[in-house]
T-cell receptor, first 117, second 111 residues
Framework: ETGVTQTPRHLVMGMTNKKSLKCEQHLGHNAMYWYKQSAKKPLELMFVYSLEERVENNSVPSRFSPECPNSSHLFLHLHTLQPEDSALYLC????????????????FGSGTRLTVV | QKEVEQNSGPLSVPEGAIASLNCTYSDRGSQSFFWYRQYSGKSPELIMSIYSNGDKEDGRFTAQLNKASQYVSLLIRDSQPSDSATYLCAVAYTGGFKTIFGAGTRLFVKA
């Protein structure tokens, strides 16, 4: 495996379900991110982890819960979602850590297309 | 409120022409600037980064940065139908991890 891998690729869930999105990066990067992409809207930053510590939380509803057990893995736990949460959820990684600033850009995973019914 | 603005398009150019994509940003504390390409149904892919005023060339792509005017652009020379995609401008800020994305410009290259 190379790059950033996300699973599942597609997910349909009811509003009362609990599910998790998984992201794994094989690049040795220090920072990992969750972004939400809705149609015709800019990417919205949800969470940032640097060296396994959460450094950014962009006022995301508590029905989204991130977890970063190590520098290679990132999860997004979902529960009691709303239909407006349907979107493409993108995981990304970058080499930087510890607030060094972003110089090298992101490597994105292929995303999870989430539909809440 | 930091913002990144792009014309949503679509921008349509004939094959072989130069495509010019533009982006403005609101915060002078911006440090790094990126262009991502996103094909329909796919995730964004980094194609260019630029940090200093002036031009940076990579193959058919040239990124241009003018910090005084808070403006960054991407030129695609000899455009090909395979360049048809949405191009996202992204701006990163000093000392942190926050990157702000524009909504993207859709480019169509007609054969």
């Amino acid at each position: 495996e190379t790059g950033v891998t996300q699973t599942p690729r597609h997910l349909v869930m009811g509003m009362t379900n609990k599910k998790s999105l998984k992201c794994e990066q094989h690049l040795g990067h220090n920072a990992m991110y969750w972004y939400k992409q809705s149609a015709k809207k800019p990417l919205e930053l949800m969470f940032v982890y640097s060296l396994e510590e959460r450094v950014e939380n962009n006022s995301v509803p508590s029905r989204f819960s991130p977890e970063c057990p190590n520098s290679s893995h990132l999860f997004l736990h979902l529960h009691t979602l709303q239909p407006e949460d349907s979107a493409l959820y993108l995981c990304a990684s970058s080499p930087e850590g510890s607030g060094a600033g972003l110089r090298d850009g992101y490597t994105f995973g292929s995303g999870t297309r989430l539909t809440v019914v | 409120q930091k913002e990144v603005e792009q014309n949503s398009g679509p921008l349509s150019v004939p094959e072989g022409a130069i495509a010019s994509l533009n982006c403005t940003y609101s915060d002078r504390g911006s440090q790094s600037f990126f262009w991502y390409r996103q094909y329909s149904g796919k995730s964004p892919e980094l194609i260019m980064s630029i940090y200093s005023n002036g031009d940076k060339e990579d193959g058919r792509f040239t990124a241009q940065l003018n910090k005084a005017s808070q403006y960054v652009s991407l030129l695609i020379r000899d455009s090909q139908p395979s360049d048809s995609a949405t191009y996202l401008c992204a701006v990163a800020y000093t000392g942190g991890f926050k990157t702000i994305f524009g909504a993207g410009t859709r480019l169509f290259v007609k054969a």
